[in-house]
């Protein structure tokens, strides 16, 4: 096939852009409503993904005691990115209970949705156990959460829901990620038909915060410069791009939730 | 608003859905006895290859080449963006005038981005070596197909032939991607850019639901809790996918999504037609690209 490259018409980042900043545009979507200040908005263009790439392992867990922790190591292969996909799921299964048991949840809409995205996370979670049977890495029980980090996404329910916008968007730009690089057609199906539910989900929370259901591009955790290219023959608001597995990793480490250190080549 | 909110009165739209969901269901029930049986040996293919490569298990229709699933896809494609269009238009002074502005945004925003993936498949598909300009449209769709009446004329029948449309694109997407990976590195461009849609319609699925839930106070949410609220085959059986729950989303084939968009690609007649919900292959109206 020959190259189909779709002309960017998004804001070039390029170099000279501030270090360690991945963490302000994780504060910036926390605190998102549907009038976005012009603050805010500023501050997303001014941060990048590039020094949260540099770290790979949560930082997180380098204060924790390494000994009693599991290593997760995902290959390269269809069973690396099936248990990639269930360590996702994983803590989406576990956010959901944390935010209802919060308390600051309280509008009966909103505790409905959650009490839904909770249940598919967990039928998510189940149905990737089944399929991997003895191929799964971990249990449940293996993953150290991070409860201070995770408790500071727990404060309000503008900060709850936002986490859910940005799980169920990092979801959708994980699975598209790995789509192409799975090679058993059923797993391809699997996450297909687990995927758009994803979307469902981002774009009901992002309703019910009044934000838009689609992603518009500075909202995004990983910018136009750092995708990568091969795998994006599209970009902007209209499609939801996809995410190298390393890329989603660095994210899910910005969250502070997991402690559990993370390798392998498909996270290379 | 007072337009609008009579109009919910006057149309409960779930009495609708089931009715034609049941015709529906009827006409792809024996499409589908062919996919079945190959639904039936599933499971067993699907355990027997965790352990060892995998053995293909194709579920999914007809093989089509990635330059086939993109001609495809245009045409869904081209219909929604030109469904948004006219639904636009219909706010702008029509039948649709009391529409709330919530919903028009919406409309707006869902029709740039059907405008975009027209415009981005067709380059697609002129790089494959075809011709985007012969995937067309009849001037004047039958949507009236969609619901067995005119979807422009109140704000309920839009809001839910919107979400049957955007349902069923997202169906239509999963439903090839099977194809697209098989055809493996020249069909891994077009794998990526369907992905990158097929979530972008399921978002929109989920933002006219999220529509209906709000403003009609419909019993419907962002996700497809039950098989009557969409066209296609929802709880497909027989599949190591549990179709059957509502965390995961059914797909469906290309001979499924065209039987159920075949009636809107005839050219709609004034006064509009009976419509017919019975699948049949399109008429010499139809695109003659795609047949």
Redesign the interface.
Known sequence: ????R?PQTGIQETAHRPTGVFTSQLDSLLRKSASPSRRNLLKWGLVSFGAAMMTGVPKALMAQPMGSMKTLTFNAN?LGILNFALLLEELEAAFYPAALGSGKITDAKEMD?LK?LG???A??VE?LRT???N?VLFQTSDLSLNSQGLNALLTDRAKILNTAVILEDLG?HAY?GA??S?????????A?????????????VR?LLGR????PENERLVQDTNLQAN????K???????YTPKQVIAAVGSLRILNNPINGSLVA | MKLFFNAIAQLPDHRFSKNVYQQLSHACLQLLASAKVVALI?PL??FS???VP?A?????GATLT?RQVVEYALTLEKLEADFYRRAIAATQGGPLAGVPDMAKT?LV?YG???A??VT?LS??LR??GGNPDAIAIPANPNYSAILGRDPFANPTDLLLAGQYVEDLG?AAY?GQ??NL??AG?????????A?????????????V??LRQ?LLNADV????RNSSEVIYNENRGGS????G???????ATREEVLALVGPILTTAQAPQPTPSMTPNRPTSNAPRALW
């Open positions: 096939m020959t190259n189909i779709i269809d949705y839904a249940s598919h996370e039928a998510h149905f399929v991997l049977g191929n959708v598209n789509g192409p799975l090679t058993n057609p059923t797993y391809i199906l699997a297909g038909s687990i995927v758009s539910v994803e979307a469902r989900h981002a774009a009901g309703a838009t259901t689609t992603e795998l994006n023959p599209f902007g608001r209209a499609y939801d791009e996809l | 599933l293919l699907f290859t965790v352990f995998p293909p298990a194709y579920a999914q990635p919406v925003a740039q981005d059907e975009q993936h981005d380059a697609v790089s494959l997202v999963k991607v099977q990976l098989a590195d020249a069909g891994k461009t077009v794998l990526a850019g992905l990158e849609i097929h979530t972008v319609e399921a978002r929109h699925a989920a933002g639901r999220y709000m949410r962002p996700w497809v190591p996918i549990p179709f729950s509502e965390a995961f989303d059914g797909y």
